[in-house]
């Protein structure tokens, strides 16, 4: 299974394509950061967003796209430019006919470190441990991606497994 992850961000959008199954070893194929300008028009943004995104789904081909589900935080600025590269991410998996899976940041440290609380330089020393890299990822954005990648081969694709394949991926299109 390979597997797109998104850490939703505005300015600075994580991505990372990971390679696994449940239980085995798992490969990184691709980790960054796709930046926009923050002086530039919203709409300019999202766009530039959506290219990048839709440029490595087809380059790299992933069967699944796991993103992180927005949360509430006190800067409703912030929140709120997360929300909108989220949607973009969401949107480029659905165009390409993808299953679309969102994780709380919770569980995708529960997933990767074991523990639901875990900062972010745990989740970087886990992402690189797991993967056996020689350096770790960075910026954090990218582990994170790495991170929720990992996340859904682990629990996500293992999960698919045991579900009964009905087709159905509830009102929004997006399995949650």
């Known amino acids: 299974m390979r597997v797109l992850g998104v850490d939703p961000g505005l300015t600075r959008c994580g991505v990372g394509i ?3 199954e449940p239980g085995r070893p798992c490969r990184l194929l691709v980790g960054g950061v ?36 927005v949360f509430s935080q006190h800067n409703v600025s912030t929140v709120i430019g997360t929300a909108q590269a989220s949607g973009i991410a969401i949107l480029a998996g659905a165009r390409s006919g993808l299953p679309v899976t969102t994780y709380t940041p919770s569980e995708v440290k529960a997933a990767v470190t074991g523990y639901g609380d875990a900062d972010k330089n745990q989740i970087t020393t ?21 991170a929720l990648a990992i996340c859904h081969i682990w629990r996500g694709g293992a999960k698919a497994r045991l579900t009964p394949k009905t087709g159905k991926t509830g009102r929004t299109g997006v399995r949650q």
Do not use: F, S
């Open 34 to 69: 796709i930046r926009t300008d923050p002086g530039a028009e919203l709409a300019d943004r999202l766009l530039a967003l959506d290219g990048k995104l839709a440029a490595l789904v087809a380059r790299h081909e992933p069967d699944a796209v796991a993103v992180e589900r």
């Open 126 to 146: 886990m992402v690189t441990r797991i993967l056996r890299l020689a350096e770790a990822p960075r910026p954090a954005d990218a582990a994170d991606a790495i």
């Open 18 to 20: 990971v390679e696994g």
